[in-house]
């Protein structure tokens, strides 16, 4: 299992897809892991080297506890795509994934070629994760399931695909409540509103037409509007859109990237 120690982590990644091919890195939500990927896979691996990579503290990546920041987390991304081989890449990034992204995207520009921020935001309410950081840590993952779950997917979704759903609410459930709460505190402590108008790399924008967790309205169309030159596509899905909107997804990938 390909893991690369950083200080106080040691994070798990993955290469899939075609070695010869421009690279593209894969991140997730908090209290999801690379796994979130898996049905977009088929629909990428023929187009890109994908480098996926848990999280610290998410999936078999694991971490020792306190607040982490966005810059720590894109520093992780850096070590893992250095372990892998990859000077360069695009990279595609979920809710906490796209806001590493931005801030690797202003932090190491001359790593990356594009990049695409999926259901994420440039500021969440910093109070309301601070409630979830408290929750989580007195009374453990289990006390925030509803709420994150009721986020993450949509009731139709829920309704046609039960088994994916329990999957993804055991796999939340059984997370390391520590790494959630230290990945909460970055959430939190985000500081890209005032400065994503630096971002240089061509951006596309991702929302989800039944996301709640950070729609159109009041989150994308801000990344939108302060991006220079981003441009904007809506998928019919919830916040986990590679869970709910697989090929779309990875098809407006794919035109994008290649494009
Ligand atoms: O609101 C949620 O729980 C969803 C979410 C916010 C940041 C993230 O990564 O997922």
């Known amino acids: ?21 421009p690279a593209l890195i894969l991140l997730n939500s ?5 796994g979130l990927w898996d ?10 080297a994908l480098l996926r990579i848990d999280t610290r503290g998410h999936g078999a990546s694991t971490a020792e506890p306190g607040d982490y920041t966005l810059q720590l987390l894109a520093e992780d991304v850096l070590a893992a795509a250095d372990a892998a081989g990859l000077s360069h890449f695009s990279l595609a990034g979920v ?3 796209g806001m590493i992204g931005m801030e690797l995207a202003l932090n190491s520009p001359d790593r990356l070629h594009k990049l695409a921020l999926i259901c994420t935001s440039a500021t969440m309410d910093p109070a309301s994760w601070n409630d979830r950081i408290a929750k989580v840590r007195t009374e453990g993952m289990a006390a925030i399931a509803d709420l994150a779950m009721g986020r993450f997917l949509s009731e139709a979704f829920l309704a046609g695909n ?8 055991r796999n939340f459930i059984s997370m390391d409540a520590e790494a959630y709460a230290g990945c909460g505190a970055a959430i939190r402590d985000m500081d890209l509103s005032n ?6 790399c061509p ?21 939108v509007a302060q991006i220079p030159g981003a441009s904007h596509c809506l998928l019919g899905a919830a916040h986990l859109a590679p869970l709910e909107a697989p090929a779309a997804l990875a098809g407006l990938l794919v035109s994008f990237l290649e494009g």
């Open 203 to 223: 951006t596309l924008v991702v929302t989800g037409s039944r996301d709640s967790s950070t729609p159109y309205e009041g989150h994308g169309d801000y990344l």
């Open 30 to 34: 908090i209290g999801t892991d690379m």
């Open 162 to 169: 039960p088994a994916v759903y329990e999957t993804v609410r």
């Open 95 to 97: 809710s906490l994934g």
């Open 1 to 21: 299992m390909p893991v690369v120690k950083v200080p106080h982590a040691s994070l798990y990644w993955k290469l899939d897809g075609r070695d010869d091919a």
């Open 39 to 48: 049905a977009a896979l088929p629909y990428l691996r023929e187009h890109f």
């Open 195 to 200: 400065r994503i108008s630096r971002i240089a």
